[in-house]
């Protein structure tokens, strides 16, 4: 299994955890989950070092089947999106959770984002193209912006409409205001 997949399933997990609703019935839960993730480097490490790539290989490392992998297991009804939209893909991940639960679509959701390189691949493809900002850092909407830094990481949260966490007696760390 690919490390990002591994890494944001125990993240979901946590999340459920913290909000109080690991360990209760989710089952036909209008839950969606909403996915931050690219494609990752681990299968074509595995590839080259003559690991065999059977279907576990493709389940383990394919960005769609991490989300719906959590809906799956917890037998989630809503929606199971993965989005890569580059840097901005877990933001856009948590829009569209929100986007779910103001429409209705959603009762809960999981969003958030994973990216983990486990090889130098992309380091070596964002320096050939002139991507990468000389000192690491990146500088957005910025006149001295010169690239990006490359980062790993995962991150996870559990949103709500906040009438319903309210009613329902949840823990509100935060309000998203707008997205």
């Excluded at 360990?23 to 494609?39: H, I, K, Q, Y």
């Excluded at 691949?121 to 320096?127: L, P, T």
């Excluded at 912006?145 to 935060?174: N, Q």
Aim: glycine content about 12%.
């Amino acid at each position: 299994m690919d490390p990002q997949q591994r890494l944001f399933l125990e993240e979901a997990w946590h999340a459920l955890e913290d909000a109080g609703y690991a360990g209760r019935d989710l089952t036909e839960t209008s839950c969606g989950v909403f996915v931050g993730v690219g494609p990752g480097d681990y299968l074509s490490d595995q590839a080259r070092d003559d690991i065999d790539l059977d279907g576990y290989a493709l389940m383990g490392s394919s960005a769609s089947i991490l989300a719906a992998r959590i809906s799956y297991f917890l037998n989630l009804k809503g929606p199971s999106i993965a989005i890569d939209t580059a840097c901005s893909s877990s933001l856009v991940a948590i829009h569209a959770a929100c986007q779910s639960l103001l429409s209705g679509e959603s009762r809960l959701a999981v969003a958030g984002g994973v990216h983990i390189g486990t090889t130098p691949q992309m380091h070596i493809m964002a320096s050939k193209a002139s991507m990468l900002a000389p000192d690491g850092q990146c500088k957005t909407f910025d006149n001295r912006a010169d690239g990006f830094g490359l980062g790993e990481g995962v991150g996870v949260i559990i949103l709500k409409r906040l009438s319903d966490a309210r009613r329902d007696g949840d823990r509100v760390y935060g309000v998203v205001k707008g997205s």
